[in-house]
């Protein structure tokens, strides 16, 4: 079976598993209607930390050690971390698990990041450079307001469009046996940009990158949507969702009896009031930890397309006028 597939996906020859999985969420997360699903429940937002930023760090921290907990004596040590996160250089990867002193790589796709990390963490273990790798990611509600939007304290009003950023973290153990999921194939994401200026309607910025990818995807291993039990994006939320399923149908492809979205899972929209849904690294994380990888490691479900999204953008190129570009990265999740 070839590796490289179509223009620019991959198939893994030796499918690596997901030996284990950790999911660590905040307090509104715990509400919502996965909230029994994840590891922990941290009750304090804070974390027993000084700053959204540590608080974060905490997370990651957390979430490593649990999966590595999780994985148990008879997996290989980790020998590689993929991971990142939405702050300014990666601050709350590199202090977060600075003590675990494991060779870092660190990644910046923003939402789509644990796409990323899982993508390049198979990757390197198909390639025989590790027997064990781990790929995590985080996002904090506070510490995302602060950076990209208005300290918490202004109160600031939020639009219908706008999404709750998750306060999670989630990290995932990867090896070439002992799971009961695998990663089989991938379609890395090119940056699609639809001239979105509208920070605070992360699914419209992402709904293009989203239908690339996935249409790139299925085109590549010439599937169709109903040869998933799943199709489930990162957090386009329903407006994006809404722009997606329409996009993917311009392009013959219909989504609307598979498609799902971590964002729309992760919290009760109305009862929450989290608006369009969940958003930010964490989302699509500690969803596929806690919700998806259940039902493929149970055999509910026997493929699934996992596509986490992210917008590009920083506080510099939003004040400086840019629009916000979007990326998607595509992984298909097994049975086994």
């Not at 760090?57 to 994985?71: C, N, T, Y």
């Not at 199709?231 to 009896?257: F, K, P």
Request: with cysteine.
């Amino acid at each position: 079976m070839e590796t490289i597939v179509g223009k620019q996906s991959i198939q893994f020859q030796k499918a690596p598993h997901i030996v284990s999985a950790a999911s660590i969420v905040g307090k509104k997360e715990g509400e919502g209607p996965l909230g029994k699903l994840f590891d922990r429940v941290e009750e304090d937002p804070m974390l027993g930390q000084d700053t959204w930023e540590e608080a974060e760090s905490a997370l990651q921290k957390q979430a490593a050690m649990l999966a590595v907990e999780k994985a148990g004596p008879g997996c290989s040590p980790v020998r590689y971390l993929f991971a990142g996160d939405l702050l300014g250089q990666l601050i709350a990867t590199s202090f977060g698990l600075m003590d675990l002193q494991i060779p870092l790589f660190g990644l910046y796709g923003a939402c789509s990041t644990i796409g990323e990390a899982l993508m390049l963490a198979a990757m390197t273990v198909q390639g025989g450079y590790s027997e064990s790798v781990m790929a995590l990611t985080s996002s904090h509600f506070g510490s995302a307001e602060k950076q990209f939007r208005f300290p918490l304290e202004y109160g600031g009003q939020r639009p219908l469009a706008a999404t709750w950023t998750v306060t999670g973290s989630g990290a995932f153990v990867l090896a070439p046996t002992g799971g009961k999921a695998r990663i089989s194939g991938a379609t890395p994401g090119k940056v699609v940009d639809y001239g979105v200026k509208d920070s605070l309607n992360m699914g419209a910025c992402m709904a293009p990158a989203a239908c690339d990818t996935i249409c790139s995807h299925l085109e590549d291993f010439g599937r169709k949507p109903s040869d998933y039990d799943a199709v489930i994006t990162g957090d386009l939320g329903s407006v994006g969702q809404a722009i997606l399923i329409d996009l993917a149908r311009e392009r013959g492809y219909d989504l609307s009896g598979r498609h799902l979205d971590c964002g729309m899972l992760i919290y009760d929209a109305q009862a929450q009031d989290t608006h369009a849904g969940g958003s930010g690294c964490g989302c699509s994380a500690v969803t596929l930890a806690a919700h998806i990888l259940p039902k493929i490691e149970a055999g509910q479900w026997k493929r699934v397309l996992f596509v986490p999204t992210g917008a590009l953008l920083s506080t510099v190129s939003f004040n400086e006028g840019q629009s916000v570009p979007g990326i998607a990265h595509a992984l298909v999740i097994e049975h086994c």
